[in-house]
């Protein structure tokens, strides 16, 4: 299990077990042993097709994990909590969540939950974002911030001040200049006294993937300048009180604790000027950012990883904001921050099953005879080029095999272009070079393992920026893996694979497919977790090939007879559902197939047998998944 380093970048939720399997600690380290969480053991449970064992869903599977939400919605509050009091801070950390992470109903509705003694609150960037905020908000402590970013027109400004007049605590963020006009306009038409926030451009820059959103020349915020006419307006309209907040955001994943102190200060500077121009500042919001640390390697240079953990980010924060309002005589701000991807990233694994893998080496071992045959039907000089090459092997110079190997099949391949050499002797040149590697120890013995699933729809993020996830099989992990092997979605495009992983690794350590796999039925099947995939992946990924999302599962700690309790389920869209995401019409397209059947089936004997199997193939294509399952399984449901 130490291969794949899970109590490097996997603690302290992720553990294996005394079974080899991948088991979930929901309250981190603190949980104890009999309450730890065995994933294979939800797979098989959920799994399961008969009514009184199981649910009968399909994988790829979801499993969300609330205990862990919460614990890591705790851990954040306690490590500003902790700083606040070890640098005797005036104020209090008010985190809000960015919705857009993952705005899955359950997964806000927890936070606000878990929130509540914190008034912890959320942030919207849009208007459907917003308006799925303010609903789960009026459940929520009255106190927590409602922070609304992004690009705001006139209906979103409105709903935004709707949402004061429902007295939910709602900041408007200027991310433009040209907000402003609006946000005076209508709440003086709808006679709402708005909170204004700014977000400032800050000229702290993160060099990472993640930090074009900073610098100077970042896509967002207001400049100096800018934010100098915003104060000058509100001064002017006597609304200067409305100004309170300050807002900044320097990227995603910052890398070390000292570029984040760098922007605090540069931010905390610009607050006590705002509050030196006479704005009633309150707040100092310093967005997103906490990274998390994809590959356990507490690494500042890479962006899937960080130096820093939950306490040392938020003491970086205290103490930079402390020190600059100390100096210049400011009251300490509350302080809030937008962390996404630290909060939600733990909570939730992707489980996907490995359903065959190409073999490398199916090729038998060749014959006397079989050989003197191919040698036989050789041209002149490829059989010089064999010739060569068994002198070389026979002399031992293995580097020398390698080449006439090489160049006896270039020769093949081009002569086979020209028609000279048929499909049998091109597949026997395939299949000797293949064995010279092998002897020689050159072979590459990576295998393709074919996963139930689409990279485009399930992980966006490696397909559209490289982004890598730790990937581990969830069981077997008492037995040393055999094989190496790259991933390859059932997508058919070329890109649909994983051949990247954390450790800077082209393959993937795993274990032999037993009857290689379940989709050829017989052995036992092979799962795969892809873990910290809660933030993002679930709302970038489309419907490319109509592979849609996965089945989800909700999974609590359980004091009961399992250590687990399956609180929701929901089955992964069916063929039907998909089709119509693309406005097919199932009920039409099903209709038009039934006539054809129907027709065909006209005039010969087995036809109207036949037509009704077609039809009845047909309907069921409404709820058919639209992944591959398990043979035996799709053969029982025609
Ligand atoms: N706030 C803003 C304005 C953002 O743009 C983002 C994401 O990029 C976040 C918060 C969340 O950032 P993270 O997931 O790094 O915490």
Redesign the pocket.
């Known amino acids: 299990s130490d291969l794949y380093r899970i109590d490097a970048w996997g603690g302290p939720y992720f553990t294996v077990n005394s079974s080899g399997n991948v088991a979930v600690r929901p309250h981190g380290r603190a949980t104890l042993p009999h309450q730890e969480i065995d994933l294979l053991k939800i797979v098989k449970k959920v799994s399961d097709p008969k009514p009184d064992c199981g649910l009968g869903l399909q994988l790829p599977l979801i499993v969300r994990l609330p205990d862990v939400l919460k614990n890591r919605l705790e851990s954040l509050q306690g490590a500003f909590d902790l700083a606040i009091r070890s640098h005797d801070y005036g104020s209090h950390y008010q985190g809000v969540y960015?919705v857009k992470?993952n705005q899955d109903r359950f997964v806000v509705e927890d936070i606000v939950k878990f929130g509540s003694p914190f008034r912890f609150g959320l942030?919207a960037g849009s208007k459907p974002e917003l308006l799925l905020a303010m609903s789960c908000l009026c459940k929520g402590n009255p106190d927590a911030l409602l922070i609304c970013?992004g690009f705001k027109d006139l209906e979103y400004i409105s709903l935004a001040l709707f949402a004061r007049k429902l007295a939910l605590n709602t900041v408007i963020v200027l991310e433009q200049e040209e907000e402003l006009d609006l946000v005076v306009d209508l709440s003086q038409k709808l006679g709402v006294r708005p909170v204004i926030g700014v977000r400032a451009k800050l000229k702290t820059k993160h060099s990472g993937h993640f930090g074009s959103?900073s610098g100077e020349k970042g896509k967002f915020g207001l400049t100096t300048t800018q934010i100098l006419r915003v104060v000058k307006k509100l001064d002017k309209l006597g609304m200067l009180d409305c100004f309170q907040l300050l807002h900044f955001?320097i990227g995603?994943?910052i890398p070390s604790t000292a570029l984040l102190a760098d922007g605090v200060s540069e931010a905390a500077q610009i607050y006590c000027e705002l509050v030196r121009l006479g704005a009633h500042m309150k707040v100092i919001d310093i967005?997103?950012?906490?990274g998390i640390d994809y590959d356990g390697s507490k690494s500042s240079n890479s962006d899937i990883s960080v130096s820093y953990s939950l306490e040392e980010y938020a003491s970086a924060v205290v103490q930079a904001v402390r020190n600059v309002c100390e100096r210049r005589s400011v009251k300490h701000p509350v302080i809030c921050s937008?962390?996404?991807?630290?909060l939600v990233s733990h909570h939730s694994v992707l489980i996907f099953e490995a359903v065959s893998s190409s073999a490398c080496d199916d090729a038998p071992p060749m014959s006397p005879y079989e050989l003197q045959y191919f040698i036989e039907g050789l041209t002149e000089e490829a059989r010089a080029d064999y010739l060569n090459l068994s002198a070389a092997a026979i002399r031992g110079e293995y580097e020398a095999c390698l080449t006439y190997a090489d160049v006896l099949k270039q020769r093949c391949v081009e002569q086979f272009k020209e028609g000279s050499v048929g499909i049998e002797q091109l597949a026997t040149v395939d299949g000797l070079c293949d064995m010279v590697s092998k002897a020689i120890g050159a072979f590459d013995p990576v295998r393709t393992y074919h996963v139930n699933l689409s990279v485009f729809t399930s992980i966006p993020d490696f397909w559209g920026i490289g982004q890598m996830f730790p990937i581990v099989p969830i069981h077997r992990l008492d037995q040393r893996p055999a094989m190496r092997g790259v991933l390859s979605d059932l997508t058919c495009d070329s890109d649909g694979k994983i051949d990247k992983f954390i450790g800077g690794e082209s393959s993937l350590p795993l274990h032999e497919l037993e009857g290689n796999g379940g989709n050829n039925g017989g052995g036992q099947k092979y799962y795969l977790g892809m873990f910290l995939g809660g933030?993002y992946q679930e709302a970038l990924g489309g419907v490319h090939n109509l592979f849609a999302g996965p089945s989800i599962v909700r999974v609590s700690q359980s004091d009961g007879p399992h250590s687990f309790a399956v609180t929701r389920a929901v089955p992964g869209p069916s063929c039907g559902d998909v089709l119509r995401v693309m406005q097919h019409e199932p009920e039409l397209m099903f209709e038009t197939l039934k006539h054809r059947a129907e027709e065909c089936g006209q005039g010969d004997d087995g036809g109207m047998a036949s037509a009704a199997v077609a039809t009845s193939l047909v309907q069921s294509f409404h709820n058919m998944p639209y992944l591959v399952t398990g043979s035996s399984c799709s053969m029982s449901a025609m």
């Open positions: 960015p992470c942030e970013n959103t955001h995603s994943q967005g997103g950012g906490l937008e962390s996404g991807r630290a933030a």
